[in-house]
């Protein structure tokens, strides 16, 4: 099961949890016809020690949404979770969004 987030959203998982996250780009920031090229995914700390797992980063079938899968991090932890896309338009743009992980015992 995925949950799909939205710019600036907050989520909460515990330590142990291996969650798939789905940025929805084209219900926000796209225009019609506009796709996703590439994808990049970075996680910076806010709070607390250690660092979140980050791993299958993908560009979502139809191109419009991104995903990752996201474990790890500290109780007590808040981690921003960033990802930097391209687009298919000429000339291409260059957009980034982020959203808040917090870790805390569930």
């Given at each position: 099961m995925s949950t799909t987030i939205m710019s600036g959203q907050a989520v909460t998982q515990d330590p142990s949890d291996v969650r798939t996250y789905v940025i929805d780009w084209g219900a926000s920031a796209l225009d019609a016809g506009v796709?996703?090229?590439?994808?990049?995914?970075q996680v910076h700390r806010m709070y607390g020690s250690g660092s979140l797992?980050?791993?299958n980063a993908?560009?979502?079938?139809?191109?419009?949404?991104?995903?990752?899968?996201i474990s790890g991090g500290y109780l007590?932890?808040?981690?921003?979770v960033s990802n930097k896309i391209t687009t298919s338009?000429?000339?291409s743009q260059t957009l980034e969004r982020s959203f808040?992980?917090?870790?805390?015992d569930l």
């Open positions: 796709l996703i090229v590439t994808s990049s995914f797992s980050l791993a993908t560009i979502v079938s139809g191109a419009r949404k991104t995903s990752l899968v007590g932890g808040q981690y921003l338009e000429s000339p808040t992980v917090r870790v805390a």
